[in-house]
Each structure stands twice: as C-alpha cells, then as structure tokens.
C-alpha cells in the first residue's frame, strides 16, 4: 500500500480554472504539508497541518486553499489558476510535525496551465 | 544568501565516488538531511546527522558537517547508475524543513 497518495498524477488545464489536488496518507500521522517544485526544481513549503489545524502558511496567494477534513487527507484547491502555477505539487506527512522528523512523500501531481 | 546553497549538476563515472556539497543558512538547525528524488517520483530520506557530530558514516553514505562554516556534504562511495537522481540537503529552521537548490547526479558508464 501506498503510504502518501496524491490524485492525480497529471493534471491539465486552461488559465482562469478552479481545481483541486487530493492527497491521503495512511501512516498515522499527524501532520501533512503541501510543496511546489518549479521547473528548476526548487522546493518549496506551502503549508502545513497538524491534526486539522493550520500550523505553517507560507507567502502563498489565496488562491491556494488547503482542505483537510480529517488528519489522513489535506487536499489543496486551486481558483483562478495561472501560467505560473504551472509545477509539481508534493503531498508530505509526518508523525508529529517537528522538524526533526522524517518526512513521506507522495509521487507529486505535475500540474500544466495553458 | 537566504537559499540553502548546492551546486545543480555533477557527473560522475560508474564506481568513482561522488561528493555532492550544501551550504545551508542557519545555523541553529538540530537536524540537517540529505533526501533523494528519482524521475517522476517524490522524495525519500536517504540520511541525517545531529548538529553536534561532524561525520555519519551509513554504508555506502558519508556525511560530514562543518558547522564553523555553515557546510555540509554528502560522499556516495562506489556510485551506481542507480544513484542517479536529484539530491537535497534540508535543514530545519523554525521548526520547519527548508530544502536547498538541489544537485542532480548523473551516473555515466
């Protein structure tokens, strides 16, 4: 069994869309994260949960809203989207979500904007 | 800077070693990692070393630390072509991971 899964893997779409990205994991977790991988393949955090709780919210736009009903999924839902959306979107999770802990990865979703 | 610094690209012959170095920008992290992403895939841990150690050795996997001078790196002895892949070094900062630039290794017969 997959331990973080992300759907869907690819995912194509027209500027000005809305769209969303769901991710589960199945470790028991408490915390999960999203990550954007541009195209030079910088990492970076987006946000982060704990136990449905928003703990970490970078500079990102409201465009972005994160979604987790339950702390095995944190969904991440798109509006309006844009040519530089255009990345790969890394699900993670951890046992407790202090920086010292191992980080899981799901496979990521390569989202094109045309 | 305020990036985690690494070089992008080494190449390296099959059986050579290869040394992949980071520069990282705080120096208050307890824990810095070096995580592996092969093509199409998300990252795994490959290994960690506490801030008071200057050197883990795990198999095939050497990490030194540097800390007077904010460097750390990663020796991958004997190098495969399955060890081609992008590698990261992390360090946590505010009780976050910050992800350095990220340094592909490609592995030539």
């Known amino acids: 069994d997959t331990a973080v899964s992300q759907t869907p893997k690819y995912l194509v779409t027209q500027m000005g869309n809305d769209k969303s990205i769901k991710c589960e994991q199945n470790l028991g977790h408490d915390t999960m994260y999203w990550y954007k991988q541009d195209s030079k393949k910088f990492l970076k955090i987006m946000f982060s949960?704990?136990?449905?709780?928003?703990?970490i919210n970078e500079t990102v736009p409201n465009r972005f809203s994160p979604k987790s009903p339950d702390k095995a999924h944190l969904n991440l839902h798109i509006n309006s989207l844009e040519l530089g959306d255009s990345a790969v979107y890394f699900c993670a999770s951890s046992h407790e979500g202090w920086s010292n802990e191992k980080l899981f990865f799901g496979s990521g979703t390569q989202l094109s904007v045309l | 800077g305020e990036d985690v610094e690494q070089s992008l690209f080494l190449s390296v012959r099959e059986g050579d070693s290869s040394v992949i170095n980071c520069t990282y920008t705080d120096s208050s992290s307890t824990y810095l990692y070096w995580y592996k992403q092969e093509p199409g895939a998300g990252l795994q841990l490959l290994t960690y070393i506490f801030s008071n150690m200057d050197m883990k050795q795990d198999q095939r996997l050497t990490v030194l630390l540097n800390k007077k001078d904010k460097h750390l790196s990663l020796r991958i002895a004997d190098t495969q072509t399955g060890d081609s892949a992008i590698y990261f070094c992390?360090?946590?900062?505010?009780?976050?991971?910050?992800f350095g630039t990220g340094t592909q290794l490609k592995v030539e017969l």
């Open positions: 992390a360090e946590t900062s505010w009780n976050k991971l910050t």
């Open positions: 949960y704990n136990n449905k709780e928003l703990i």
